[in-house]
Structures are given as structure tokens and as C-alpha cells.
């Protein structure tokens, strides 16, 4: 008999809980960078037109499968898929449900301790009186588990132990811990957000210095705000902004189901579904969007903003720019930032435990308290790694199969579940039951063919879009290089970032092999032309790992100079993760870095056959209990 009783206390509670699990680190985060790299304003067109045709339409399937397989007594997605078609595949397709939240959750929960620190930094003052490049060491500091940024030995590991048993003790407490902690966090997420937005309204040209004379935060909102038409025709945006829809709305994942399965039938799930939805992308689209970009190009400067533009700016630039405000309203600005992204996380982190926690009370009859902390181990075990070695690609793994692959993969299965085999007709039913929202007739359309089709064009474009990219790194040494710099240009290569004497470009690899014949080449071709020598000039092949790579670096190949080894992993066409080099210390690292990512594969692997195994096992005994 299942031990799981839960219930949502009210349905502010289930809207907030529901809005906290989308608003996460991903809207003020992801959601500038992405837009910065993908031009701004020809971002936001195709990111607006697919929440409205892929991110809503997912919502209601995700709400009214959830809501109806909780109806039958099912709180996890193995069977509440069941109960849309008893083929046995769709348990085990539903193991995608419960292995993405651990997946993500083991490495979201690492992010999330990084926000904890932070906060109690800018409280203590870490950061006042650094410059720019010692705000951003501290970062690799910390993350560099044998340091230490206040004499506390493993900082980073402690902070994670921290935030773990912070989650796993408001997952104990049940759905009501859940709401409760939405209640408090989704608010103060917002009063934080508020704060640093109208900061960003107000900087205007203020922060501009003789470094950066043309800062000017307004730069960053023209940037974000003026819309570029001709974005339209570019399949890379949109695949940007599909992609932005899954880490925004946390669709894919397995936790919408779960929540929505603690609804009764006659509960509606057509509104609470947009309405959570649409806090979600105010949250991004409006504060995400007044913070980091025009905060960080009012004191750098948009081009600056440009060509540095990524995760790490919350962390390695944020502090630096906050200081610029004075000793308190520094203080202030910190706990607020770094706040907002910790309230956004936990609210997202702890929705990952329900699935798991769902799944044990249902099918085993484990009290909550128990499958709450038997989750917290779970996440320690597997995510112990990602914080250890989380220099050696262990994180990037996990982000990738987990947060990436598994998503995608998980919502095309269940849209064509939804739309063809439980049958659209049955789904539209189950959707607008007792709803309090007359759904447009239209999106009966939508969801039977266009969802379906943009997400098998982010599935197809996620794995014929390269992972791989040539990086050229010159090194002006003072001197001007503007022929090399348009040669580059004019080949096809992306100028990506310019710091110091230093200028970086980007070629995709089917891009570079299209326009050289190799790497050698190439080298050859800048060396005679320009006068360029090793001193100036490093060529660097970022790529997949594979089994042809693990075997060339074991054998003699590293041996060889940089243009021998480039050519003989662009003749052989080797994916694999590797910076050319001879040095024995980056060879070292080179091979740590290629054993820890097996090393995450595995565990990754060993998890997702865990779970199916103990699906096999819920099975039987189902089974066995139906006979008796």
C-alpha cells in the first residue's frame, strides 16, 4: 500500500512551487548569454514564438499527464506513462523522468552551494579592493578544491555538503516544505530582482572610465530590445531559443508530471499551466534581461560584454562591477545578486527530488522522510564528483548527457506519446478538464504537429550541430596584426574575444575543412604569409572524446609537434577533446581530463540502469500484488 498521501496545501502554492521549479539559474544566467551570442534582438523574435508553440503546448501535456496518471495513484513519470498505454516500453521510456533529476540535480545542487558561498562572501567583504582578474582567480580558487578562499579545508565540498542537506531536509518535510519555501523564495527572488533592475534602469553612462570610456548600460537594452528581422532565416537561433525553452521551463524533465500528479481531476491545469509559464518568463525575459547585460556593459562597455559573455560572468565579474557602488550598496548588491540566484536554484532543486521521492513512496512504500534523505545520498554519491573534479570535464559530462541530451530525447518521446498514441483527442480532453481557461481550438493543432516538429528539429539539429570548434589564439605582442586579423575574417573565423595582446577567433570544423585542407596548412599559410611563429601563434582543436583519441595519446603521437598532431587528428578525423601541446604537465592533465569524463559516463550510465532495473523490480511486484 503506498505511503504517499501528499497534497498541495493551495493553488497559490501550486503556482508559486510550479513557477519556482522553471525559475532557476537558467533565466539569469543562460538567458542573457544566450541572447548576446545569438545577436540580441534576433534572439528574442524566434525565443517568444517558440514558448508560444513548443514551451506552452508542453506545459499542458506535461500538467495533464501528471495530473492524470495521479488520478490512477502514480507521482513519477515510469508510471504515469504506463497508464497512457500499457506497453511495457513506456515505463522504462518514463526512467527518463527520475535519471534527468538526479543527472542535473547531482551538479544544479553544486551551482546552487557556489551562490550560498557567494553570499557569505560579499557579507564578509571577500571581495572589496580587488581588480577584475583577481575576482575572477578567486573563482578558479575555489573551484580548485586543494585551495582555499577562508582557511576552511575542501571550502567547496563543504558548501555543497551544506546546500544538499538544506534540500534534503525541506524535501522531508513533504509538498508542504516544497510550498512553503516557494512562498518565501519566489517573492524575495523577485524584490532581489526588482532591486538590481532598477539599478541597471538607473546606471545609464555613470560607470563609464578612462579604460572604458563608451560604457553605457543603455547599450546593453538596445542590444537585448531592438529586433533584427533578418534572424528569421538563421537555423542557428532558432535552435538557440528552442534550446533556452527546455533549461527555462524545465519541460523534459519529469518534475511538472510529478507536481501536477498531487492535482484531483476536476483541479484545472490549462491555467495554472500558463500562468506559471508566464511568471517564469517574466522572471527571464524581463528582470534576466536588466541586470547582467546592461549592469556589466555600463562599466565595460558593450563590445567588452560581446566578447566575454558566459556563465562565469555572475561569479567572476559580478563582484568586481558591485564593488564599483561603495562599501555598503556593494554589501547589499552582493546578498541580493547572489540571493536571488541561490532562491532561484532551490526552488528548482527541490522540485528535482520529488520524481525520485514520488517513485519510492508509490512503488516500495517508503515514508517521505526516508526517500527524501535516501535522495540526498543518491546526490552525494554521484554528485561528489562533479565538485572533486570538476576541472576535468566531470561537470560538463553530467550537463551535457543530463541536462541536454536526456531533455530533449524525453519530450519528443512524450509529445508524440501525448499527441499519437494516447491520441490527441483523449489528450485535449485530459487538458481542458475542469480548466478555468478556454484554451484556444488552435493549439489542438499545435500540439499534434508542430511541437512534435520543433522538437524533432532540436533533437536532429542538436546532433548535426558541431560540438567542435578551432580556436586560434594570437598573441600581438604589441604589434599589429590587422592582415592576419582579416585573413582570419575573411576565411570564416568568428572573433570571439580580445584581452590584453591577446586575440581569439572561432571556426566551426566543417567550416575549417571546407576552407583548408589542414591544419598544417593553415599553419604554414599564416607562418609565410604574416611572419607568424609558435610565439605568436596557437592553434587549438576542441572536440568530443572518443576511443581513436584514447589510444593516440597512450601511444607516441604526443611526441610529435603541435602541426603534426593537429594533422593527424584532422586527417583521421578523431573527435576528441584535446589542446594540442607537448608540455608534460598539460599532457597529464589532458589524460585526467579523458579518465574522469569516462569516469562520468559511467556513473551516468550505471544511474539510468539503476533506475530501469528498479522500474523492472516496482513492476514485478505489482505484478505479484495484482495475483494475491
Known sequence: MSTNTDSWGSRVGLILAMAGNAVGLGNFLRFPVQAVQNGGGAFIIPYLVCFLLMGIPLLWMEWGMG????????????????????????????????????????YYCYIESWTMSYVYHSIIGTFRGMDQAQVADFFVTYTTIGKSTTGIPYEAVVFYILCLLLNTWILSKGLGGVEKVAKIGVPMLLIFGAFLAIRGLTLGESGASAEHPDANAWDGFNFLWTPQFDSLSNPKVWLAAAGQIFFTLSVGMGTVHCYASYLKMKDDVALNAVTSGFTNEFVEVVLGSMIVIPIAAGYLGMDWVRENAGFGMAFQTMPFLFEKWGVILATFAGVFWFGLLFFAGITSSL???????????????????????????????????????????????????????????????????????????????????????????FFKFVMKYITPALLLFVFVGSLITPRIIKVVDIRTNGENHS??????????????????????????????????????????????????????????????????????????????????????????????KIKAATDPDEIKQLKLTRNYSNLARGLLSTLFLGIAVLVYIAYRRRMKLAQA
Do not use: C
Open 67 to 106: 495530473r492524470f496518471g495521479g488520478a490512477k495513484g502514480h507521482h513519477s513519470t515510469p508510471f504515469i506513462l504506463d497508464t497512457m498505454n500499457k506497453r511495457r516500453i513506456w515505463k522504462y521510456i518514463g526512467v527518463f523522468g527520475i535519471f534527468t533529476n538526479i543527472a542535473v540535480a547531482s
Open 351 to 441: 522540485a528535482m527530488g520529488t520524481p525520485w521521492v514520488g517513485f519510492l513512496q508509490d512503488e516500495f512504500d517508503w515514508k517521505q522522510r526516508s526517500a527524501a534523505w535516501s535522495f540526498g545520498l543518491i546526490i552525494l554519491i554521484f554528485g561528489l564528483p562533479t565538485v572533486l573534479f570538476f576541472n576535468y570535464g566531470v561537470f560538463d559530462e553530467y550537463d551535457y548527457w543530463g541536462g541536454t541530451v536526456s531533455l530533449v530525447i524525453f519530450a519528443l518521446i512524450e509529445a508524440i506519446l501525448f499527441s499519437w498514441i494516447f491520441g490527441i483527442k483523449r489528450g485535449w480532453e485530459t487538458v481542458t478538464a475542469g480548466a478555468d481557461l478556454k484554451i484556444p481550438i
Open 483 to 576: 592582415e592576419v586579423i582579416e585573413f582570419l575574417e575573411s576565411s570564416g573565423f568568428e572573433k570571439k574575444r580580445e584581452t590584453g595582446n591577446e586575440i581569439r577567433f572561432s571556426l566551426s570544423a566543417n567550416q575549417f575543412s571546407q576552407n583548408f585542407a589542414s591544419v598544417v596548412a593553415f599553419e604554414n599559410q599564416l607562418g609565410s604569409e604574416f611572419g607568424m611563429d609558435d610565439k605568436t601563434l596557437q592553434i587549438s582543436d576542441y572536440q568530443n572524446w572518443s576511443g581513436e583519441f584514447n589510444s593516440l595519446i597512450s601511444g607516441n603521437g604526443w611526441q610529435m609537434d603541435n602541426s603534426a598532431i593537429l594533422a593527424q587528428l584532422m586527417n583521421s578525423g578523431i573527435n576528441a
